[in-house]
């Protein structure tokens, strides 16, 4: 079994930073790409930021410029650096794996989720 578990949530003054981790265990052959998504309460799960292996990058136009995603690919951990926080960027912060198995298999794997909130 694999599991990803995050840490690094907590509150936060707006303009403030936060660094999110997660790292993946288990029957890890090898993991691809890695992401984190948000949700807040009665609206879908969304794309926050995404890492393929080799460190190709992509984010959400509500957060470039603002944060950044990173992996250590050696510790099957991805990381996510946000700064000048907003009231808005408040949710759950979910943290994706895209995890090859011994088995060769390509499986994805959630965390269970890090509250984050940004208020004054």
């Known amino acids: 079994q694999v599991q990803l578990v995050e840490s690094g949530g907590g509150s936060v003054q707006p303009g403030g930073s936060l660094r999110l981790s997660c790292a993946a265990s288990?029957?890890?052959?090898?993991?691809?790409?890695m992401g984190w998504y948000r949700q807040v309460p009665g609206k879908q799960r969304e794309l926050v930021a995404t890492i393929t292996k080799g460190g190709s990058t992509n984010y959400a136009d509500s957060v470039r410029g603002r944060f950044t995603i990173s992996r250590d690919n050696a510790k099957n951990t991805v990381f996510l650096q946000m700064n000048s926080l907003k009231a808005e960027d408040t949710a759950v912060y979910y943290c994706?794996?895209?995890?090859?198995?011994?088995?060769?298999?390509?499986?994805?794997?959630w965390g269970q989720g890090t509250q984050v909130t940004v208020s004054s």
């Open positions: 994706e794996g895209t995890v090859v198995r011994r088995d060769g298999r390509e499986y994805h794997y």
């Open positions: 288990g029957s890890i052959f090898s993991i691809n790409a």
